[in-house]
């Protein structure tokens, strides 16, 4: 009986050890890294592990902003354990979780003919390359209809990052919503701008968190294949929040560095930061006057303002 399931940390060496047997010496194009990877799944067959299978982030230069994807890596079976069905329950397993996590399409570069049998077709059919210069070898898979409608270009697979990243002791599921929550305000809107950080976002992996006592700092770093905001360097500062426990609410500035999402910064203007944040509300704020240094809650977003900040037009 073999179970799929998410790999757990304490298996790494033994994932590894399936890779080495597998693939050491194989001249495959391998894009996505041995440790990277966002949906990671094991073949368990009587408590051992024989067999794996990764998915990485995909991202497509001349895609919608709101276009999520994934490139599945090579999979990995122990030798003693092929020719079982292992690899192929390992890849419909995790096309069902990337379908139910949301993600549009997923590609694949490998034996044409065993990825079609999985519903996988050539992805230059579509309009889209690679950039190793595969042609039938590079397949695409669209997880719901209409998923590539609009989408050409190039295929890129962002770097993973060479060590996980370490939660800061204190940073606990709160803290995670404070984050996600304040995140989504700050990104909302069809303004280009905020369209292409959004897609900087959906790119980015986290270099590291810091809470201060009263606040937090998460860090980004964007892959460099992604498009840089012009102008390069401004604040997104128009998103504040009220917590449980604090009388004067917080603010929640989203800095742009060098063209790129940089660093998300939580403060609170009076007393420490809850240990365990909950928010009661979160909404936008403006200068009111414009030029002003006085701030006014606002129902809705002022983006006329908003454009004028990062343009520092405001401020002249």
């Not at 840089?228 to 360097?233: A, C, H, L, N, Q």
């Not at 809650?297 to 520092?312: F, I, N, V, Y």
Request: aromatic share 8%; hydrophobic share 40%; net charge neutral.
């Amino acid at each position: 009986m073999i179970e799929i399931r998410h790999a757990k940390g304490v298996e790494s060496a033994a994932i590894r050890e399936i890779h080495t047997k597998v693939l050491a010496g194989a001249k495959l194009v391998q894009p996505i890294a041995e440790e990277g990877g966002i949906i990671s799944l094991v073949a368990v067959s009587d408590g051992k592990v024989v067999g794996h299978l990764r998915f990485g982030r995909a991202i497509l230069a001349n895609s919608p902003h709101t276009f999520s994807a994934v490139g599945v890596a090579p999979i990995a079976v122990l030798p003693d354990s092929q020719r079982e069905g292992i690899g192929s329950q390992l890849i419909r397993e995790g096309l069902k979780k990337c379908q139910q996590i949301g993600y549009q399409a997923v590609f694949a570069i490998g034996d044409p003919a065993y990825y079609s049998r999985f519903g996988f077709t050539r992805a230059a059919d579509f309009g889209l390359q690679n950039e190793y210069g595969l042609h039938d070898e590079f397949m695409v898979l669209p997880l719901r209809d209409g998923a590539l409608h609009g989408v050409s270009g190039m295929i890129l697979y962002p770097p993973s990052k060479p060590k996980p990243q370490v939660e800061p002791p204190g940073w606990n599921l709160q803290m995670a919503e404070v984050e996600q929550r304040t995140l989504a305000m700050l990104l909302a809107g069809d303004d280009p701008m905020l369209t292409l950080l959004r897609a900087q976002l959906n790119a980015a992996v986290i270099e590291s968190r810091e809470l201060t006592g009263v606040g937090f700092f998460t860090n980004f770093v964007v892959p460099e294949c992604v498009e840089r905001t012009e102008p390069k360097g401004f604040v997104i500062s128009d998103v504040h929040a009220d917590l449980r426990g604090l009388a004067h609410g917080v603010g929640l500035p989203l800095f742009v560095r060098a063209g790129c999402l940089s660093t998300l910064e939580g403060f609170t203007y009076e007393g420490l930061w809850p240990s365990e944040p909950y928010i009661t509300e979160i909404y936008y704020m403006h200068h009111e006057p414009p030029s002003g240094p006085m701030l006014k809650r606002c129902e809705t977003r002022d983006m006329k303002q908003l454009r004028a900040d990062w343009s520092g037009q405001r401020r002249k």
